[in-house]
T-cell receptor
Framework: DQQVKQNSPSLSVQEGRISILNCDYT??????FLWYKKYPAEGPTFLISISSIKDKNEDGRFTVFLNKSAKHLSLHIVPSQPGDSAVYFCAASAMAGNTGKLIFGQGTTLQVKP | EAGVAQSPRYKIIEKRQSVAFWCNPISGHATLYWYQQILGQGPKLLIQ????????DSQLPKDRFSAERLKGVDSTLKIQPAKLEDSAVYLC?????????????FGPGTRLLVL
């Protein structure tokens, strides 16, 4: 039962253009969402998050959008840089219980071409 | 600030053998997590510790996996006996406190191959 889904295994964009990574979830109890970035042979690193009380959160070149009615979130990277090439994981958590347990999607590999 | 340390980085064993992984979290972090990441999938939580107590081990295959954090600092994860399907990267993470909104910091992982 995949509660968090990233349906695009890979994405390729040109340097300077926008990268849009998508994520869908099924559990309506999820109310906090995160994006992690992972380089080869390294652990995931936190990138940006959003609470369900918001529909947008921005941090520099990175913006996360949340559509609660569609149970969908997306990560926008503008402008994309070659150093952004990595695997991006979407993750979700529920305030209820407040353990901080994360449910991850399968990941999307982003390649930014110079 | 030193990050989360894990060892070994790589391990190759035969099925039915045992293996152990070690994790040292960021200093002062009370919460420690072990995740399993199978190729092509996202990390899956195996067990979560708060200090030396278990918060969540609902997805830990307890017939073969065990974990401990005796002094509330470093932790070991053991598999005995290993199966082919245990081939994965085992990630350790830590956070200052448990709870939603607390950033989890990951170590580099231990890549296990079971032959």
């Amino acid at each position: 039962d995949q509660q968090v889904k990233q349906n695009s295994p890979s994405l390729s964009v040109q340097e300077g253009r926008i990268s849009i990574l998508n994520c869908d979830y099924t559990n309506s109890m999820f109310d906090y969402f995160l994006w992690y970035k992972k380089y080869p042979a390294e652990g995931p690193t936190f990138l940006i998050s959003i609470s369900s009380i918001k529909d947008k959160n921005e941090d520099g070149r990175f913006t996360v959008f949340l559509n609660k009615s569609a149970k969908h979130l997306s990560l926008h990277i503008v402008p994309s840089q070659p150093g952004d090439s990595a695997v991006y994981f979407c993750a979700a958590s529920a305030m209820a219980g407040n353990t901080g347990k994360l449910i991850f999607g399968q990941g999307t590999t982003l390649q930014v071409k110079p | 600030e030193a990050g989360v340390a894990q060892s070994p980085r790589y391990k190759i064993i035969e099925k039915r053998q045992s293996v152990a992984f070690w994790c040292n979290p960021i200093s002062g972090h009370a919460t420690l997590y072990w995740y399993q990441q199978i190729l092509g999938q996202g990390p899956k939580l195996l067990i979560q510790f708060q200090n030396n107590g278990v918060v969540d081990d609902s997805q830990l295959p307890k017939d073969r996996f065990s974990a401990e954090r005796l002094k509330g600092v470093d932790s070991t994860l053991k598999i005995q006996p290993a199966k082919l399907e245990d081939s994965a990267v085992y990630l350790c993470a830590s956070s200052l406190n448990p709870g939603v909104g607390e950033t989890q910091y990951f170590g580099p992982g231990t890549r296990l191959l079971v032959l």
